[in-house]
């Protein structure tokens, strides 16, 4: 297995862009997490999923950020309008739930530089 | 809040000698523990867990110890080796939510 896939790997955009990040879990996989990384906080989650349905979207900043996953095989993080504050890492995990035992994989990451 | 904290940013030891990574949390309920290694330009990749019913657990080189009393977690690296060098994020699980420390950068030398 490939792992957890993430596009684009780098993101260089203006302030006021739209970012779309992109993610293929483990095939197998039921849970999606997208995390972000930066130095003043470390590594933060924004959202999971559990078969495709948002579970918690606590973590996600603001209204400008929004994720999807249509099927089991592919999730969207969207940032729309993007701030240079937005600038980070941002990961994608993918687990098998099976009780709290549960490890996470992480992708390679997407790093994202709002100017 | 950051619920999880590792309070020293970095870590520095002599090859073959014993790392010691520590980690402090707040929420009682975490049931579930991991320590998760990460070098640069890659995701983070697991190491060792602990569930919150045991007080050690042990990996070959690698072995977390949990004192729920203290609210407090350690990684153990014995014996240190240069490819160990990376950074360390200590986590705690409740209920599938997953919060991370701001991570230690551990640097073994030769």
């Known amino acids: 297995d490939a792992g957890v896939i993430q596009s684009p790997r780098h993101e260089v955009t203006e302030m006021g862009q739209e970012v779309t990040l992109r993610c293929k879990p483990i095939s197998g996989h039921n849970s999606l997490f997208w995390y972000r990384q930066t130095m003043m906080r470390g590594l933060e989650l924004l959202i999971y999923?559990?078969?495709?349905?948002?579970?918690?979207d606590s973590g996600m900043p603001e209204d400008r950020f929004s994720a999807k996953m249509p099927n089991a095989s592919f999730s969207t993080l969207k940032i729309q309008p993007s701030e240079p504050r937005d600038s980070a890492v941002y990961f994608c995990?993918?687990?098998?739930?099976?009780?709290?035992?549960?490890?996470?994989?992480f992708g390679p990451g997407t790093r994202l530089l709002v100017l | 809040d950051q619920q999880v904290k590792q309070n020293s940013p970095s870590l520095s030891v002599q090859e073959g000698r014993i790392s010691i990574l520590n980690c402090d949390y707040t929420?009682?309920?975490?049931?579930?523990f991991l320590w998760y290694k990460k070098y640069p330009a890659e995701g983070p990749t697991f190491l060792i867990s602990?569930?919150?019913?045991?007080d050690k657990n042990e990996d070959g080189r690698f072995t977390v110890f949990l004192n729920k009393s203290a609210k407090h977690l350690s990684l153990h690296i014995v014996p240190s080796q240069p490819g160990d060098s990376a950074v360390y994020f200590c986590?705690?699980?409740?209920?599938?939510?997953?919060?991370f420390g701001a991570g230690t950068r551990l640097t073994v030398k030769p």
């Open positions: 999923f559990n078969n495709n349905v948002p579970i918690d």
């Open positions: 602990i569930s919150s019913i045991k």
């Open positions: 929420n009682s309920m975490f049931d579930y």
């Open positions: 986590a705690a699980n409740e209920n599938n939510d997953m919060r």
């Open positions: 995990a993918s687990s098998l739930m099976q009780g709290i035992q549960e490890t996470q994989y």
